[in-house]
């Protein structure tokens, strides 16, 4: 076609422009969460701690955790970051502690955060 550009050249520049968005995007959360400062935490349920801290960093306790899964601007979104007892934990932190449990079952429930849990 007269004055149009081959498909693979539209492709390229929506490809950049989605990147482009999605760098802006990620900035601008990073932005507000340096404006508000530290992030909300989660109130430890019931009083009764999830995690533990044995000689080893931390563990899971009693085989059940809830949290809140957030944005790691450390990872620019590529990861999660988990709220756990008000505290942040990495996927790094979080996969060592389920290998405690190597060869076990587990049951992974995502929950809206207006139910109670």
Known sequence: ???SKPRFQQQAQFQDANSLFAAEIAGARTE???R???RPTLAVRG???QLSMPGRGL???D???RGRIDWDSAEDGYAPLLVIDG???SRDQFGQMLMGFEGWQFKLEIRDRSEEI
Request: proline share 0%; charged share 30%.
């Open 47 to 49: 009083g009764k701690q």
């Open 36 to 38: 508000i400062g530290t």
């Open 59 to 61: 563990s899971i306790k």
């Open 32 to 34: 507000c969460r340096r």
């Open 63 to 65: 085989f059940l955790v």
């Open 1 to 3: 076609m007269i004055g």
């Open 87 to 89: 505290r942040e934990i």
